[in-house]
Structures are given as C-alpha cells and as structure tokens.
C-alpha cells in the first residue's frame, strides 16, 4: 500500500496570502495524483488530477505541481473560501490511498 | 449533471451488517466509469472501501475486504455496499463517488451519509 503523507498538518494564512500544501508518497506514483478541497459538512471536491490538471471551473489561482513521490498544492492569493481541508489521493496503484489531509486556517 | 445520493440507516447494532445504497442520476451506469466508496470517521480522513464498474469488476481495500461486498443494479441505476460485523470504528460518513476507467481520481461525490454503530 502506497502511504501519502501531507504537511503541514494546519497552515495558518490570512486572505490575499499565498498559501503551499505538500503530499509525499512512500513509493512513486509517477503523475498519477489528485487534490480535494472539504469545506465542513461537505463532500470532497475534486481540484486536481494527474498531478497539475485544473478540475473544470477551477479558479487559476489554483495550482498543482510534482511527480514521482513529491507534489505540491499552490493557492496563489487565499480567498475566504478556500479556507477548507485539503486532501491528496494517489491512483497509481491499489489500493486507492489519501493524505491525512492539511487544514487550511485563518 | 451527474448526482449520486446515498441512503442506508443511520444506525447499526454492532456485528451486524451495514446496508447503503447510492442511486446515480444525470449519467447511465452503464456507459463506463467506475463507481464506489470511500468513508470519513468524525473529524478524521478519507478510507476508500472499495469501487465497481458496471460490467461486475470490483476492487476493495485489503483492511476491509472480508466484510465489504459491492454490488451494482444497472436496471435501477444505482449501486450498493455491504459491510458485515461493524464495530464503532465503523462509525463515519460514507461517500459515493465516480471515477474514471484510467483516471482513478473521483470526480463527482455524493452528499455522504452519517452511519452510527452502536447499540
């Protein structure tokens, strides 16, 4: 099993900052990585997939980078709404794996 | 637009079995994409349990693969999990999702239902 690893744990930023999430993987997942943002009651919401690809209607201010076992969450100016959880998932290989998540605070 | 809306009961008695259902609207079963579970104990992360394509494929985590059976009723556009002899660490919200048959990331969610184990 494929162990994703995110840190930081909580990211304390105020509006208008920039704001970097990292997932690690335990073995290589080549490109095969994909973002969620969860607001508080909500289901995840899907960001990112294949490491770097905008999900449709996703705000430019959202950025994903990486390959093999590092990757990166870039939000480039935080707005009130996406102070929120996020999530890497890895699906490279089974079983499907997700990060312990990052929590991003004001 | 595709939905997908879980339903089950929200509490279960300890060893017995946890029945949840998912109906999909906006898209056929039928025409492809993978179709699963994925759960979220209170306050704490994801688990994926297990996914199904509609012609009877299924993968499952290993943690949980002897209690979980996933099933798919393409006549009512909708699918289903069984998880047998829950405990309370069974406690979480349970999610459906969609994914892709290469692109294994989940692009439409359900709203999750909150599955209580406890006597």
């Known amino acids: 099993e494929i162990v994703m690893t995110q840190s930081p744990a909580t990211l304390s930023v105020s509006p208008g900052e920039r704001a970097t999430l990292s997932c690690r993987a335990s073995q290589s997942v080549s490109g095969n990585l994909a973002w969620y943002q969860q607001t508080p009651g909500q289901a995840p919401r899907l960001l990112i997939y294949?490491?770097?690809t905008r999900a449709t209607g996703l705000p430019a201010r959202f950025s994903g980078s990486g390959s093999g076992t590092e990757f990166t969450l870039t939000i480039s100016s935080l707005q009130s709404e996406d102070f929120a959880v996020y999530y890497c998932?890895?699906?490279?290989?089974?079983?499907?794996?997700f990060g312990g998540g990052t929590k991003v605070e004001f | 637009q595709v939905q997908l809306q879980e339903s089950g009961p929200g509490l279960v008695k300890p060893s017995e079995t946890l029945s949840l259902t998912c109906a999909v609207s906006g898209y056929s079963i039928s025409s492809g994409f993978y179709w699963g579970w994925i759960r979220q104990p209170p306050g704490k992360g994801l688990e994926w349990i297990a996914n199904?394509?509609?012609?009877?494929?299924?993968y499952s985590n290993p943690s949980l693969k002897s209690r979980v059976t996933i099933s798919v009723d393409t006549s009512k556009n909708q699918f289903s999990l069984n998880l047998s002899s829950v405990t309370a660490a069974d406690t979480a919200v349970y999610y459906c999702a969609r994914h892709g048959e290469n692109r294994l990331d989940f692009d439409y969610w359900g709203q999750g239902t909150l599955v209580t184990v406890s006597s």
């Open positions: 199904i394509h509609h012609g009877g494929s299924t």
């Open positions: 998932q890895q699906y490279i290989s089974w079983p499907l794996t």
């Open positions: 294949g490491a770097s």
